[in-house]
């Protein structure tokens, strides 16, 4: 809405329920290329049901959902990966015991010679994963190595690199930083950022503001599948995303509580 | 001097790192076994080592063998076949029933029980994949099934407990001769089946290690969800691996039937768990994921030399499954180790 530009994907008004439970109700949002969206929200706040959606593995019940401003159905994953959705989950569909590079082209394998000869085309598969990884500024001893010893930042990268190395114009990164450290966190805000400058769509999902307000350029803030507003960078800043996803009006009234009542906490911890 | 000192400790690390990966690969503990084994049994005993002693050890091996490597393709693929042995009795009957009862010249009768064999395997595969229930259950409904239908139906048809005189089937001898017969080679005979066996240790490590599909059977088994996330076709994956250990049971049940020209109806119980063993000492894990033919392959050498060997040391025979079963906690254990190091290769 800032930039004049058409976003690459928009939602708008985004309701769904599962049986009786309201699990969405009319969110909306939109992500450009080269800009970073970040969905922020608490446990059950609707984050993985608009994800879901968004990579075609649920259908909306009601409200638009709109690629290069033209009007989509994703009936399954496979039309929305076709549309240049790239969804990277917690696990990031990675094979800890698998070679970087085998996973870097699974289901995508190259191959060479005909039937009944055709094999793997080993020698393309590495040059290019490696090829991509450096792209993103990663750089690997060697992607004969098992993922399963690479850093969780690495690994994020590995599976970014892939995204982008198969067509990815969006890239959804579920809780990215979710089970990493403070070093690998930056390895991996790092990378989006990195995705973001060669002009990339994200979609960040998190419940870290911090981690949000680093790398996004808008928000948006669910709670119990309901919309607590969207804001540009410039609208909000890293406490008031944190204040929304605290569950605003509760925790300041709990605040303001404790805050009033400092003594007897003082006088308990006397002897 | 920082400088040389540091570039030397890359070196250094790159050459532990290689040590690493060598390690690491999940066959290397059924090398050390199998070198192992042989220098124990052939150090004792000269005909052990002798062209004779050799084909002796290599033919059960070779039987085996052939399952073994199909048996790891599933178990890397992240499933089991309890019927992969009593199949070779199935196979074995289909063959020669249809061979005896009906005159049909003998590959017609194979092909017959090859179709039966992919039958089978198709079955299993369609029941694990969808309905998700482990296939150590639905296979082991199979399995007894099987072992069922092998008596009762041999008692039905020929009132006894083994299909015989497959030697009368028309076109006998050019089967013998594919899959029973003996060459001679280096002063020893051996059974066309190590042929058979080393070819079909050739095609798993190639379809493993050089295809597409053998890429989809390390991701089948080491998370399906993200295999499918990519566009890999697990079911069909799985499936063609429930086909693969369903047809050599075939192989092995053919040839044990050329080799006879008979078929007892109880054969082959019991083997099922040696492929298992022979996956697992060559590396496979019960898990998924993780695993090699050659390692198979090997597996299945040390069960062929340790059988062979306690009878070549005049020990009895009934010590064999103490040291086969210490053997499989040793690979497992090995494996287990070997695994954890590699996972924790990072520089």
Not at chain 1, 94 to 119: D, I, K, Q, Y
Not at chain 1, 215 to 223: A, K, P
Request: aromatic share 8%.
């Amino acid at each position: 809405m800032s930039s004049g530009a058409t976003p690459i994907v928009e939602a708008r008004d985004i309701s769904k329920r599962y049986g009786s439970v309201a699990a969405l109700t009319d969110v909306s949002t939109s992500v450009s290329a080269g800009e970073v969206t970040c969905v922020l929200g608490d446990n059950g706040a609707g984050k993985s049901t608009f994800i879901k959606i968004l990579a075609g593995f649920h259908r909306h019940d009601s409200g638009q959902l709109l690629l290069d401003g033209a009007p989509v159905e994703f009936s399954t994953p496979r039309d929305a990966l076709d549309a240049g959705i790239a969804t990277l989950y917690q696990d990031l569909a990675l094979l800890p015991l698998m070679s970087v590079w085998r996973n870097f082209f699974l289901g995508r394998e190259p191959t060479r010679w005909a039937w009944p000869l055709r094999r793997l085309d080993a020698a393309t598969a590495k040059k290019n994963a490696l090829e991509e990884l450096r792209r993103l500024g990663i750089n690997l001893r060697s992607v004969d190595q098992i993922v399963g010893s690479l850093s969780g930042g690495e690994r994020q990268s590995v599976a970014i690199a892939r995204a982008i190395h198969f067509g990815a114009r969006v890239i959804i990164l579920d809780e990215p930083t979710a089970a990493l450290g403070v070093k690998q966190s930056a390895i991996v805000l790092r990378n989006v950022i990195e995705a973001r400058d060669r002009g990339l769509g994200l979609v960040l999902i998190t419940h870290n503001p911090r981690h949000a307000y680093l790398v996004g350029d808008r928000f948006l803030v669910l709670s119990l599948g309901r919309s607590l507003g969207e804001f540009a960078k410039s609208e909000t800043s890293e406490r008031h995303l944190t204040e929304l996803m605290a569950g605003g009006a509760e925790f300041t009234e709990l605040q303001a509580e404790l805050e009033a009542a400092p003594a007897r906490g003082a006088a308990r911890g006397a002897p | 001097m920082a400088i040389v000192s540091a570039g030397r400790s890359i070196e250094q690390a790159g050459r532990i790192q290689s040590f690493r990966a060598a390690f690491a690969h999940p066959g290397s503990a059924a090398v050390i076994g199998a070198v192992g084994v042989f220098v124990f049994f052939a150090a004792q005993s000269g005909p052990f080592r002798s062209a004779a002693g050799i084909s002796n050890w290599l033919d059960p091996a070779s039987l085996f063998g052939i399952s073994s490597i199909a048996v790891a393709l599933l178990m890397i693929g992240g499933e089991f076949d309890l019927s992969a042995g009593v199949m070779t009795a199935s196979t074995g009957l289909v063959a020669g029933l249809v061979g005896t009862q009906t005159g049909l010249n003998i590959w017609f009768d194979l092909l017959i029980a090859l179709v039966f064999a992919v039958a089978v395997g198709t079955l299993n595969g369609l029941i694990v994949v969808s309905t998700s229930l482990p296939s150590f259950i639905v296979t082991l409904g199979t399995f007894l099934s099987l072992q069922g239908l092998n008596l009762g139906v041999t008692k039905l048809v020929v009132n006894q407990v083994y299909a015989g005189g497959l030697d009368q089937i028309h076109g006998y001898s050019s089967a013998h001769k594919v899959f029973a017969s003996t060459i001679n080679f280096a002063g020893g005979q051996f059974p066309i089946s190590v042929v058979w066996w080393i070819g079909l240790i050739i095609f798993g490590a190639w379809l493993l290690g050089y295809t597409r599909f053998g890429n989809w059977v390390f991701s089948v088994g080491g998370n399906p969800t993200a295999a499918r996330s990519v566009g890999v076709p697990t079911k069909r994956t799985k499936i063609m691996l429930f086909i693969g250990t369903a047809l050599s049971g075939w192989l092995i049940g053919t040839i044990e039937a050329m080799r006879l020209a008979a078929v007892q109806a109880t054969q082959g119980v019991g083997n099922e768990l040696i492929f298992i063993v022979a996956a697992v000492i060559g590396g496979c894990l019960l898990t998924g994921g993780h695993g090699s033919v050659i390692g198979a392959a090997l597996g299945a050498l040390i069960f062929g030399m340790t059988q062979q060997g306690i009878v070549y040391l005049n020990w009895n025979s009934d010590w064999f499954f103490l040291f086969l079963g210490a053997l499989l906690l040793a690979a497992a254990l090995l494996n287990h180790f070997v695994r954890r190091y590699a996972m924790e290769a990072r520089l």
